[in-house]
């Protein structure tokens, strides 16, 4: 019997474990970093243990540190939630060796579903269809460059031991194979401790279709139905959904046998998914097997009723699976989003810094995962996702309208970030349709920029809330008045001049040339009810630094405030400076002082959020200026090389 759990993992998934533990009667443990110091999981916890610096090797991937953390505090199991340690056998195995049970599958099955190459070896013999591609244990280049020739472009380049997108390329032609092999092998030492390579045919527009296991130490195996996880951006998920939509009885039948075909192969015990590509003649190969629970199991727990986590614990603790392969039912239908600090518009380029606001809806058929506070920092250290919205319903159309509703109401401040381009996906007919590709975000929305609120709205919003809360907020027009009900002027860079008379019953507002009569309410949580012109609406409203920013249910909107006093002239960056376009660290510096670069060429390489991102050059050139070195941590806009450009 799990007495005491130590979770060695963070954020939302960490906050979810302990939902199950606090309900079973079990107590946590939290670990936390230098950066999580302040975090939720760290105070849902009824005991938290620090663990080292903000880089997840100093920390989240110290497996003598979390060993240690789990004996000092009593504990007698680890939970390694998803990512991190997750599907590391050698962490599996020293908790073996520590006398700690471990909520997962056995070292072996680890280390061989683990590795692609290995596992697609096992699937062979377990009659589960492949992709044709290569996973020898020769891993030079050149022999990786003739594997490809075979194999035929495009194809998709993968880091062996990898998961979740890390060290995972699609290349086009063999011109670009080289930097492919060289940016997979770096993110595959640096996010699982391999340089090993799989070559696989890219199958470009396959929907991904996972299915999802679960085994206990009795021999049972069983699965529980299928998740459709074909939205997907930077090979990472967006969008998950269960059941998946247009599968025959007999394919699903199908997809379901060779998904326990796989597990029981390494005789697997706990969750796992088997994960396929499916295309349009239903033909489908395995693409890998994540062995520990994955981001997207609450669709399955909502269809299901049932809690995966509960069923890991029991089975770690020895029990047989609650429910056999007939006794499973699913209801209904359930979508899960992910909600990222990142800039969609802007290649999904991830944003780090402060969380002014979070509330998150709170609607009939709605669960939310999260491990998100008031004034969480966003740090360069881990992933940028930072929340899950998960909807269910009746039927499809339910769940789907539902968790849009769900997205308008959620409050997110202070952070660009996802939820406008996700409510455009829930919303896109192709997605409505039910078969959404892997390449669907690239095909229909590769151009996508957000639809502006009501500009009117915004203004209004934004002038009111800035009238009322002078001179407490920090932002200011700039100068003093003393006659408070004289017209009053406010200006917004890029915005048109907003006038403000306030009435004995609310205010008039002029916007170019246009008048408009207001009233308003205001309401806790920053909020302000609006009337104008008769039309009744809510917003949220608050000021970080020199900006306003605006939500309501069609989205969001930031205005900066154009102070009325003169603007000190700056002399930084000029045309040929590149600076960086978010904290990271750098990973290769590609030229030299001196150096002639081409338009469009590679200048360097920064990693941040556990992906890298290449920098170019935006115009011909000579290198005037290289500001920093390979191992350098820089911050977001530092001035990272000059370049004299060549008209």
Known sequence: MIKKLLIANRGEIACRIMKTCKRLGIRTVAVYSDADVHARHVQMADEAIHLGGAPAVESYLAIEKIIKAAMQSGADAIHPGFGFLAENSAFAKACADANLIFVGPSPHAIEIMGNKAAAKELMIDSNVPLIPGYGGQDQKDETLLAAAEEIG???????????????????????????????????????????????????????????????????????????????????????????????????????????VRAAQSVAYSGAGTVEFLLEKDEAFYFLEMNTRIQVEHPVTEMITGQDLVEWQIRVAEGESLPLTQEQVSLNGHAIEVRIYSENPANDFLPITGEV??????????????????????????????????????????????????????????????NIAFLQDVLEHPVFGSGQA????????????????????????????????????????????????????????????????????????????????????????????????????????VMAVNDTIWVSGSEGTAVLIVESLLPKPESNTGGAGSLKAPMPGVVLEMMVAVGDKVDADQPLLKLEAMKMEHTIRSSGSGVVTAVNYQVGDQVEADAQLLVIDLID
Request: glycine share 8%; charged share 20%; aromatic share 6%.
């Open 437 to 540: 590709g892997t390449r669907f975000i690239e095909e229909h929305l590769s151009d996508w920029q957000p639809n502006s609120i009501d500009a009117n709205l915004t203004l209004i919003s934004a002038t009111i809330f800035q009238h009322h809360h002078e001179p407490q907020t920090a932002v200011s027009n700039g100068y003093w008045r003393n006659s408070p009900n004289r017209s009053q002027h406010y200006c917004y860079i890029d915005q048109p001049l907003v006038e403000l008379v306030p009435t004995k019953e609310g205010y008039q507002v002029v916007i170019d040339g246009d008048l408009f009569t207001v009233t308003a309410e205001f309401q806790p949580n920053h909020a302000i009810t609006l009337t104008i012109n008769g039309h009744r609406q809510t917003v949220t």
């Open 356 to 417: 002014a606001l979070w509330q998150p809806p709170d609607d009939e058929g709605i669960r939310v995962d999260s491990g998100l506070n008031h004034q969480d920092n966003i740090s360069i250290y881990y992933d940028p996702m930072i929340a899950k919205l998960i909807a269910h319903g009746p039927d499809r159309k339910t769940a789907r309208r539902r968790l849009l509703k769900a997205l308008g109401d959620t409050r997110l401040i202070g952070l660009v970030n």
């Open 153 to 259: 472009y495009p194809l998709m380049v993968k880091a062996a031991a990898g998961g979740g997108g890390k060290g995972m390329r699609i290349v086009e032609n063999s011109d670009a194979l080289p930097d492919a092999l060289a940016t997979a092998r770096r993110e595959g030492e640096q996010s699982f401790g391999s340089d090993e390579l799989i070559l696989e045919r890219a199958l470009l527009n396959a929907r991904h279709i996972e299915i999802q296991v679960f085994g206990d130490n009795h021999g049972n195996i069983i699965h529980l139905g299928e998740r459709d996880c074909s939205v997907q951006r930077r090979h990472q998920k967006v969008v998950e959904e269960a059941p998946a939509v247009g599968l025959s009885p007999n394919l699903r039948h199908e997809m379901g046998q060779a998904a």
